[in-house]
């Protein structure tokens, strides 16, 4: 059975860095399509960035130039690192693999930015 588990979320002040980290165990790891994405109360979820399974990045507009999505085959895990956070990047930040159709979602961790 698939299971994303994210860890890395927590406070920072505004202008710093948070690297988010996603495990993912299970067959899904190759082959597949991986993304973060955020939610904030009355919103619907976003995407901020993705990867595909040869290394190659999309970004949303807000998040380009300060946040990077990777990848580790060896460790089954992908990252997302966030730099020069602002106020408004506050948000419960996911991670999710699609592949063959279906997605699989991690449970999600707060990142609060303060001012």
């Known amino acids: 059975q698939a299971q994303l588990v994210e860890s890395g979320g927590g406070l920072v002040q505004a202008g710093g860095s948070l690297r988010l980290s996603c495990g993912v165990s299970?067959?899904?790891?190759?082959?597949?399509?991986m993304g973060w994405y955020r939610q904030t109360p009355g919103k619907e979820r976003e995407l901020i960035a993705s990867?595909?399974?040869?290394?190659?990045?999309y970004y949303v507009d807000f998040a380009k130039g300060r946040f990077t999505i990777s990848r580790d085959n060896a460790k089954n895990t992908f990252y997302l690192q966030m730099n020069s956070l602002k106020t408004e990047d506050t948000a419960v930040y996911y991670c999710?693999?699609?592949?063959?159709?279906?997605?699989?979602w991690g449970q999600g961790t707060q990142v609060t930015v303060s001012s």
């Open positions: 990867i595909d399974d040869i290394g190659i990045t």
């Open positions: 999710a693999v699609h592949k063959r159709g279906s997605t699989y």
């Open positions: 299970g067959s899904i790891f190759t082959s597949s399509f």
